[in-house]
Structures are given as structure tokens and as C-alpha cells.
Nanobody, 125 residues
Framework: QVTLVESGGGLVQAGGSLRLSCTASGGTLSRYTGWFRQAPGKEREFVAAIRTSGGHTYYADSVKGRFTISRDNTKRTVYLQMNSLEPEDTAVYYC???????????????????WGQGTQVTVSS
């Protein structure tokens, strides 16, 4: 019922910045929207999430202080501002949403019903 469209991935030098966006259409507003990433040979890992109502934010320890998640509910868009990028941040980044997910499950990718197609972020040293 919900379609997610991502943009903003690309190639950047270490220390640089990128901003990813995720725009939703159809269905109802999700309770939470999350960003996950997956590198080759690695499991999909939680990056950040934001609550639609109230704007509460959550971050993986590995990105705290460097990444910022924000949203514009009018545009149904969630952003991930990534600063001070490191080669270890290289991965395919996915946007995920679910209208009924609860706070205790937001770090678990299996709990999300809707996913974007993924966008590649490559950070060179």
C-alpha cells in the first residue's frame, strides 16, 4: 500500500557529506520510518529511525554525532543527513516504514512492511 522512493546516494570522499531522502506515497502515514544499511557479506543493520508524530529520533551507536534523521510530514519525506563519512559507512542504504510498528521493534528490519529499492553509498579513503 505504501511506496517508498529514495534518492541521494553516490560516491563521496572520506570526511564528506551526503543527504539521503525517502518519500512515501499511498497508504497511510507510517508510525516510524527507519534507515538501514547492508554491506557485502554483512547483515542488514539499523542506522536511524524517526517517529512521525512528535519527531523522536533513534540512532545506532556507530553513527551518533555524525548522522541526523529528520522529516517533513507535509511532504511525506524523511531525510538522513550524513556528515564525516567514513569508508566503513559504505553500504546499500534502505528506507523502511510501517504504519503499526511499535517503538521497541524499530531496530529490527524484519518488523517493517515497506521498503525502498536501496541506494548505494560509497565512501572512498
Amino acid at each position: 500500500q505504501v511506496t517508498l522512493v529514495e534518492s541521494g546516494g553516490g560516491l563521496v570522499q572520506a570526511g564528506g557529506s551526503l543527504r539521503l531522502s525517502c518519500t512515501a506515497s499511498g497508504g497511510t502515514l507510517s508510525r516510524y520510518t527507519g534507515w538501514f544499511r547492508q554491506a557485502p557479506g554483512k547483515e542488514r543493520e539499523f542506522v536511524a529511525a524517526i517517529r512521525t508524530s512528535g519527531g523522536h529520533t533513534y540512532y545506532a551507536d556507530s553513527v551518533k554525532g555524525r548522522f541526523t534523521i529528520s522529516r517533513d510530514n507535509t511532504k511525506r519525506t524523511v531525510y538522513l543527513q550524513m556528515n564525516s563519512l567514513e569508508p566503513e559507512d559504505t553500504a546499500v542504504y534502505y528506507c523502511a516504514a510501517d504504519p503499526r510498528i511499535i517503538q521497541s521493534s524499530i531496530r529490527d528490519y524484519a518488523q517493517y512492511d515497506y521498503w525502498g529499492q536501496g541506494t548505494q553509498v560509497t565512501v572512498s579513503s
